[in-house]
């Protein structure tokens, strides 16, 4: 069972498309991340966030602590936005310091 | 600043051989993470050092696969007598805190490692 469940697995948009993925965790957590990656490329954090909203350019995420749910969302999307999206929690009992990660959606924008 | 670096960037090796991967954590970061990403599969966690305490190996796949940090920094992951399911990008990432002090992770660009 994973502790973090992403969905969906792969998007295909057209240009301009609101686009949203979702997080669901099973565990308390002291922070959720949401990471990039670029075909080929390496892993780049776009939020960390503990509550609410947090907003960078046409990328929104949000987090409900109480539903352990959060979601990306971007607006006017663009096909430099097609990348793998992967969330990650930091756990609050966690005796390994580990971070729990989901599996990605893949995000293909076509133009 | 300087962010992560890993290298080499791309490792063909022949089945059998030893490899050592290399990772230059950002200065002053404490904690480290190595995982390793197979071909279209999520993140595998492999081992974690945090300071000066004892390294968080549960995560690496057989006595195959050893890592150490010497003086806190620098990281050495080395696969010992390689064999074809170990290829994959192995991922270096260093965070100020760890998880469980809420910091954020950093990655390298990672290590693309070839057995033929």
Known sequence: ?111 | GAGVSQSPSNKVTEKGKDVELRCDPISGHTALYWYRQSLGQGLEFLIYFQGNSAPDKSGLPSDRFSAERTGGSVSTLTIQRTQQEDSAVYLCASSPRGASGGGEQYFGPGTRLTVT
């Open chain 1, 1 to 111: 069972k994973n502790e973090v469940e992403q969905s969906p697995q792969n998007l295909t948009a057209q240009e301009g498309e609101f686009i949203t993925i979702n997080c669901s965790y099973s565990v308390g957590i002291s922070a959720l991340h949401w990471l990039q990656q670029h075909p080929g490329g390496g892993i780049v954090s776009l939020f960390m966030l503990s509550s609410g909203k947090k907003k960078h350019g046409r990328l929104i995420a949000t987090i409900n602590i109480q539903e352990k749910h959060s979601s990306l969302h971007i607006t006017a999307s663009h096909p430099r936005d097609s990348a793998v999206y992967i969330c990650a929690v930091s756990p609050l009992s966690n005796t390994g310091n580990q971070f729990y990660f989901g599996t990605g959606t893949s995000l293909t924008v076509i133009p």
